[in-house]
């Protein structure tokens, strides 16, 4: 089995705090070997015994009965999350700046008719495939567009990591 990179959603934000020790010891608990966390935002590199969705699914459940919150897993392999940092569609400005959001599947076509309806100002979005790819002009923490309501209107769970992190997620995935 190969390894994946699993991505929580919204962990240490909001008063849902998850030590990447914890997290680490859960993913061994599960069976995951060659497990690693990079930063404390819930990215997990590891090996999953068997069926990668299934995994995700038994941690998602884990951190929910340790830690009384649910968090969306989603997983890609380490080849998956090159080929989405190859297809972002925008100029890349400042890597701190650009985002793949990686989504757990693909959006249908009327959720992504519907996120368009947003003004996104000087911002940009595309979807390509399973991933939400965005370009903030300003960066994240001064959007233009409305990103929350653009993520529900695509009507799936995501969780978005700027280039920077997705860059050193690959490296740690290994060749």
Not at 126 to 139: D, I, M, N, S
Request: with cysteine.
């Amino acid at each position: 089995m190969s390894p994946r990179i699993i991505l929580l959603r919204a962990v240490n934000v909001g008063g849902s705090t998850l030590p990447m020790a914890d997290l680490r010891a859960l993913a061994s608990e599960l069976g995951a070997t060659d497990v690693r966390t990079y930063i404390a935002s819930g990215n997990l590199i590891c090996t999953p015994p068997g069926d990668p969705d299934e995994f995700d699914r038994a941690l998602e459940a884990a951190v929910e009965q340790r830690f009384g919150f649910f968090r969306e897993a989603i997983s890609r392999s380490r080849d998956e999350v090159a080929a989405a940092l190859t297809a972002h569609p925008f100029e890349v400005l400042e890597p701190k700046f650009s985002y793949v959001t990686f989504l757990l599947t693909e959006p249908s076509p009327a959720g992504i008719e519907k996120a368009r309806t947003f003004a996104t100002g000087d911002d940009r979005w595309q979807v390509v495939g399973r991933e939400l790819h965005v370009r903030y002009a300003t960066g994240a923490g001064r959007p233009q567009m409305k990103d929350a309501s653009i993520g529900r209107a695509l009507g799936v769970p995501g969780t978005a990591r700027n280039l920077n992190t997705v860059t050193k997620l690959i490296e740690l995935a290994g060749p």
